[in-house]
């Protein structure tokens, strides 16, 4: 079972920029998405980035331009840079797991999420 760690939340002022970090560790046979969501005060979760086996990424339309996601070769650890923040980027910030496909032979995990980064971004 992989686990992620997410780290580098904090408070920035609007403008400013935060490197969001997310660790796994374990292993699967599986290949898999790696995603960032984020989830504000009082509103649901929702798609911030993803990157897959490849390197391709997407993102929301909220953050493009402004954020990058990137990895590194083994996958352990996944980036989600964010420059010219906005306070309305303001929200607990997730990392996930998204499993894609299996070898027919094994037996498909469920997804893993992180515990979450709090990012503040002040006007």
């Known amino acids: 079972q992989v686990q992620l760690v997410e780290s580098g939340g904090g408070s920035v002022q609007a403008g400013g920029s935060l490197r969001l970090s997310c660790a796994s560790s374990?292993?699967?046979?599986?290949?898999?998405?790696m995603r960032w969501y984020r989830q504000a005060p009082g509103k649901e979760r929702e798609f911030v980035s993803g990157?897959?086996?490849?390197?391709?990424?997407i993102y929301a339309d909220s953050v493009k331009g402004r954020f990058t996601i990137s990895q590194d070769n083994a996958r352990n650890t996944v980036y989600l840079q964010m420059s010219s923040l906005k306070p309305e980027d303001t929200a607990m910030y997730y990392c996930?797991?998204?499993?894609?496909?299996?070898?027919?032979?094994?037996?498909?995990?469920?997804?893993?999420w992180g515990q979450g980064t709090l990012v503040t971004v002040s006007s």
């Open positions: 996930n797991l998204a499993v894609t496909t299996c070898p027919w032979n094994v037996r498909r995990p469920t997804d893993a």
């Open positions: 374990g292993y699967t046979d599986c290949t898999y998405d």
């Open positions: 990157i897959d086996v490849l390197g391709n990424t």
